[in-house]
């Protein structure tokens, strides 16, 4: 059993905190070193529930005094009222493939690995580059009505927040919540529905001094949009789907473009929370929305969290490990 001990805290991020320094000996997520004027939402933190890469992984959010939250709900769009920067959740970091995303069907929606037709989903490499090519996420607080008909599309919204492309020097980890200055957007057309693609970069990125508007991408990172255009264009074709589609013939509007669908899509989440147009299976557990009927209490939201621990682990000695559980290795242990 002694030889065991040096094990288990290995063992713990399975389903605990990640791995890593205490959470008060870590800089905030997304955080700048150093004075400045803008600085990530320090008050989120995340949890990991569940196996990474498993159908079972759940990463859920928790503000700063600890109180689980709905990352798509209780973080707020913007950071600041009087400015135009805006919080981006993460949820792929750049090169990686698999396909992270809010679980919007889920109370609380934490971040889970997307399935389809009973596998994980990860996206195909798009020569000649390596998984996602930006940090991707999405927008909180922000809701595509799947029922209301873009009047520049002609299509209906995806039933999701809205996605951002983050396209500065770092790679960011899933779950950051990071401040970001929107610079345009490019209207993809998934199926017949519209699926807005916001272009960003983090406030507190080395060279995000330089962008303003979707022209100073294409002046300092000449290619990058040209190769975004065609990732989502083709991205879907290895499973065999025909290539994605765009409105505008493909052209990124600018960022007062960009600002005015990001603010249609907050007043859609607004009726969504207040229960003012049929959200289907979306889930709005919140806690910060007070007078949303869908508002819950800081007791309910960490009920939820354990029903998830008590979903995938049936015992609490049993802990889900890439080595498989802990009878498994003490019986191994016991062998040699």
Same mark, same amino acid.
């Given at each position: 059993?002694?030889?065991?001990?040096?094990?288990?805290?290995?063992?713990?991020?399975?389903?605990?905190?990640?791995?890593?320094?205490?959470?008060? !000996?870590?800089?905030?997520?997304?955080?700048?070193?150093?004075?400045?004027?803008?600085?990530? %939402?320090?008050?989120?933190?995340?949890?990991?529930?569940?196996?990474?890469?498993?159908?079972?992984?759940?990463?859920?959010?928790?503000?700063?005094?600890?109180?689980?939250?709905?990352?798509?709900?209780?973080?707020?769009?913007?950071?600041?009222?009087?400015?135009?920067?805006?919080? %981006?959740?993460?949820?792929?970091?750049?090169?990686?493939?698999?396909? %992270?995303?809010?679980?919007?069907?889920?109370?609380?929606?934490? #971040?889970?690995?997307?399935?389809?037709?009973?596998?994980?989903?990860?996206?195909?490499?798009?020569?000649?580059?390596?998984?996602?090519?930006?940090?991707?996420?999405?927008?909180?607080?922000?809701?595509?009505?799947?029922?209301?008909?873009?009047?520049?599309?002609?299509?209906?919204?995806?039933?999701?927040?809205?996605?951002?492309?983050?396209?500065? +020097?770092?790679?960011?980890?899933?779950?950051?919540?990071?401040?970001?200055?929107?610079?345009?957007?490019? !209207?993809?057309?998934?199926?017949?529905?519209?699926?807005?693609?916001?272009?960003?970069?983090?406030?507190?990125?080395?060279?995000?001094?330089?962008?303003?508007?979707?022209?100073?991408?294409?002046?300092?990172?000449?290619?990058?949009?040209?190769?975004?255009?065609?990732?989502?264009?083709?991205?879907?074709?290895?499973?065999?789907?025909?290539?994605?589609?765009?409105?505008?013939?493909?052209?990124?509007?600018?960022?007062?473009?960009?600002?005015?669908?990001?603010? +249609?899509?907050?007043?859609?989440?607004?009726?969504?929370? %207040?229960?003012?147009?049929?959200?289907?299976? #979306?889930?709005?557990?919140?806690?910060?929305?007070?007078? +949303?009927?869908?508002?819950?209490?800081?007791?309910?939201?960490?009920?939820?969290?354990?029903?998830?621990?008590?979903?995938?682990?049936?015992?609490?000695?049993?802990?889900?490990?890439?080595?498989?559980?802990?009878?498994? #290795?003490?019986?191994?242990?016991?062998?040699?």
């Amino acid at each position: 059993m002694r030889a065991l001990l040096p094990l288990l805290p290995l063992l713990r991020t399975g389903w605990g905190w990640r791995a890593g320094p205490p959470a008060a !000996a870590r800089a905030p997520r997304g955080a700048r070193a150093g004075p400045g004027p803008h600085r990530a %939402m320090a008050s989120y933190r995340t949890e990991e529930r569940g196996r990474p890469r498993s159908p079972g992984y759940r990463l859920f959010f928790q503000n700063v005094a600890g109180h689980y939250i709905s990352p798509f709900h209780d973080i707020p769009l913007k950071v600041d009222s009087t400015e135009n920067l805006f919080n %981006m959740v993460v949820e792929v970091p750049r090169w990686t493939n698999a396909k %992270m995303e809010i679980a919007t069907k889920e109370p609380l929606n934490p #971040i889970k690995q997307d399935i389809k037709d009973g596998k994980l989903r990860y996206v195909a490499n798009i020569f000649p580059h390596k998984g996602y090519i930006w940090n991707y996420g999405a927008l909180p607080q922000t809701w595509e009505d799947p029922h209301r008909k873009d009047k520049s599309t002609d299509c209906c919204g995806d039933n999701d927040p809205i996605d951002v492309c983050e396209i500065g +020097s770092k790679v960011l980890s899933c779950g950051e919540v990071i401040p970001v200055k929107i610079l345009g957007i490019l !209207a993809l057309i998934d199926q017949g529905e519209t699926d807005w693609k916001i272009i960003a970069i983090n406030v507190n990125d080395p060279e995000a001094s330089k962008f303003h508007d979707i022209d100073d991408v294409k002046k300092y990172k000449p290619g990058y949009l040209e190769a975004t255009l065609n990732w989502f264009r083709f991205y879907k074709v290895p499973e065999g789907k025909p290539e994605n589609q765009f409105a505008f013939n493909g052209e990124f509007k600018n960022k007062a473009f960009a600002l005015d669908v990001i603010k +249609s899509t907050h007043e859609c989440w607004k009726a969504l929370l %207040m229960k003012k147009c049929d959200g289907g299976a #979306i889930k709005c557990t919140n806690v910060h929305i007070c007078d +949303s009927p869908f508002h819950c209490t800081q007791e309910e939201a960490r009920s939820i969290v354990e029903l998830v621990r008590g979903k995938y682990l049936k015992h609490p000695l049993i802990l889900q490990t890439s080595w498989g559980t802990l009878a498994e #290795i003490l019986k191994n242990l016991a062998m040699k």
